[in-house]
């Protein structure tokens, strides 16, 4: 997978960034890990600039976060409830934990989407409840914005530091990666063991 951004980014350049940051953001396997460290360090060799990797590659999430947004907010809360109902056991929630979730993402859904869009593996998934509790679009957008120029301007920034020492850069996010999806995982295996519905 490595080599075909490589190929994608030298042969599109600020295109093939916003359009694999745009992938990546839809279809999570691919990495941002990859795309961002690869086009800091073409940028580092000077075949882009940095500021530009950067505001393409937040442009190109940002547009695949803003799909996952609309696409949760045309489904809505109320036509999610009978997905509640028949498969809560699976995603551990009932409707009455859906109610409690919605009044806390009232009060801190903007941190909620900020904080989410600088977190390895869970990041493309902060559009979701945004969505389905029908956040403000123009609060979704500026806290998306944001935290996913932050991440992505991390990620370019330590590929035009460290420039072809691609490993460099995976001997300290791969661990941070990893850590939270193991966590994540856990805890929901823990959760599904002991997950009780009300009634």
């Known amino acids: 997978m490595g080599d075909w951004v490589i190929r994608m980014i030298e042969q599109s350049g600020y295109l093939g960034v916003a359009f694999l940051m745009f992938v990546e953001t839809i279809f999570p396997p691919i990495p941002s890990e990859v795309i961002m460290p690869v086009a800091g360090i073409a940028a580092a060799r000077g075949d882009m600039t940095l500021w530009g990797v950067i505001a393409s590659g937040t442009a190109g999430a940002m547009l695949g976060n803003t799909v996952w947004y609309l696409a949760a907010r045309a489904l809505g809360l ?31 859904g903007t941190f909620f989407v900020f904080m989410g869009r600088m977190l390895p593996t869970v990041r493309s998934l902060v559009s979701v409840p945004a969505g389905l509790l029908k956040m403000r679009f123009k609060t979704f ?35 941070i990666s990893n850590a939270i999806l193991v966590t994540l995982v856990l805890g929901y295996l823990w959760r599904v063991a002991t997950y009780k519905p009300k009634t």
Do not use: C, H
């Open 141 to 175: 957008f500026i806290a998306s914005t944001l935290g996913t120029a932050g991440w992505t301007s991390m990620l370019a920034f330590a590929g035009y530091k460290l420039r072809e020492n691609f490993a460099e850069i995976d001997t300290w996010l791969g661990p």
């Open 78 to 108: 109320v036509r999610f409830r009978p997905f509640i109902d028949r498969y809560g056991r699976w995603i551990t929630m009932d409707w009455q934990e859906v109610e409690r979730a919605e009044r806390w993402f009232r009060r801190n």
